[in-house]
């Protein structure tokens, strides 16, 4: 597992934890002077999934020495579609989530709101296509990986036309 405290230097923090997400710490750390937008998105474990009600809880799985290496991609592919970018926070759990629990953080910093909702969405979709992290559901009538699994990309790939 990575470290989950903050960079003392630098303008990204990426990584995996099984401890709570620090979204509190996270946010604080991403707002800079130069910047009037910060955006965070936080993903929580909700009680359904597709085809399945009464979701108890949730195992993500991780193949820890490439996830922060995708993390670090998304990041490298996101100053470029958004120079003007100032911190990016990518921030995902691994193990057993209980319903309510965030999963992932993305938070980006920018001096402008729309950029920085762009490339917060573009964070997340990026993470959630590129990342090799696993979710198990455990649900009222069973057990199973979740649904909607699909090839991992590339983030230059990502929002584009293949």
């Known amino acids: 597992m990575t470290s989950v405290d903050a960079p003392v230097q630098g303008n990204n923090w990426f990584g995996l934890t099984a401890q709570e997400l620090p979204i ?5 750390w991403a707002v ?9 998105f936080s993903g929580t474990i909700r009680n359904h999934a597709e085809g399945r009600d009464g979701v108890q809880h949730l195992t993500y799985e991780a193949y820890e020495e490439q996830a922060v290496v995708r993390f670090e991609a998304i990041g490298d592919e996101l100053r470029v579609r958004w120079p003007d970018v100032g911190r990016v926070v990518l921030l995902h759990r691994t193990g057993e989530l209980q319903i309510g629990e965030s999963s992932v953080i993305a938070i980006v ?5 729309p950029s920085a909702f762009e490339a917060a969405r573009f964070a ?3 993470l959630k296509e590129t990342a090799p992290i696993w979710k198990h559901e455990v649900w009222a009538d069973g057990a199973d990986w979740g649904t ?3 090839d991992i990309r590339d983030a230059q790939s990502v929002g584009n036309s293949e």
């Not at 800079?32 to 965070?40: I, N, S």
């Open 24 to 28: 509190g710490a996270a946010y604080e």
């Open 148 to 150: 909607g699994a699909h």
């Open 32 to 40: 800079r002077p130069d910047c009037g937008a910060v955006v965070l």
């Open 124 to 126: 997340i979709d990026a």
């Open 109 to 113: 910093s920018s001096p402008h709101r």
